[in-house]
């Protein structure tokens, strides 16, 4: 069935530390992934996508990476900061829909 | 630009009670999605509608209805309230389908 794995489910890092969040999906013709950021309280908000036909993509702090062949994409954030506390959400294209994971809350201490 | 608006965004049903949530987007976009998030379990799609006069079920259907009244509003209804339907409900838009969705800011449904 459809399906996005996602881990792990809390994530504490110190200020400055890099933190990675992987995603794994069931369908190998899934071809659209996106990372959603969720503060409390607020809606979730694109902060970077991927599409198949690409292996990585960055923006400033973040990058994503994808391999294929394994069904897996993961979401970097190098050099945290206080602000980047929140929970994040991968998704995968699947089947006509965008199934999401279950969610990372990040934790970065000052 | 207002975004994707969506009313109320509060509300405290009875089990058995109806009501329709409402959502509206202002960016000639042709899709349009219902979610409910509940803790631990990120984002579930109740139902969406990929272009105007469509609408297909999503993973959770049950206990909801839709309409897509016109290009621009997309309204998700409760015919009989359950406290499973107890949830944080966001309306999302996009312009195609596998493009970036953007996100009402919720509504948060307690049944009793």
């Known amino acids: 069935g459809e399906n996005v794995e996602q881990h792990p489910s809390t994530l504490s890092v110190q200020e400055g530390d890099s933190a990675v969040i992987k995603c794994t999906y069931s369908d190998s013709a899934s071809n659209y992934f996106p990372w959603y950021k969720q503060e409390l309280g607020k809606r979730p908000q694109l902060i970077i996508d991927?599409?198949?036909?690409?292996g990585e993509k960055k923006d400033q702090r973040i990058a994503v990476t994808l391999n294929k062949t394994a069904k897996h994409f993961s979401l970097h954030i190098t050099e945290t900061q206080p602000e980047d506390s929140a929970v994040y959400f991968c998704a995968a294209w699947q089947g006509g829909k965008l199934i999401f994971g279950q969610g990372t809350e990040l934790s970065v201490k000052p | 630009n207002a975004g994707v608006t969506q009313t109320p965004k509060f509300q405290v049903l009875k089990t058995g009670q109806s009501m329709t949530l409402q959502c509206a987007q202002d960016?000639?976009?042709?899709?349009m999605y219902w979610y409910r998030q509940d803790p631990g379990m990120g984002l579930r799609l109740i139902y969406y509608?990929?272009?105007?006069?469509?609408?297909d079920k999503g993973e959770v259907p049950n206990g909801y209805n839709v309409s897509r009244l016109n290009k621009r509003e997309f309204s998700l209804r409760l015919e009989s309230a359950a406290p499973s339907q107890t949830s944080v409900y966001f309306c999302?838009?996009?312009?195609?389908?596998?493009?970036?969705?953007?996100f009402g800011p919720g509504t948060r449904l307690t049944v009793l």
């Open positions: 999302a838009s996009s312009a195609n389908r596998d493009n970036e969705q953007f």
């Open positions: 991927i599409r198949s036909n690409v």
């Open positions: 960016m000639n976009h042709n899709s």
């Open positions: 509608s990929a272009s105007e006069g469509t609408t």
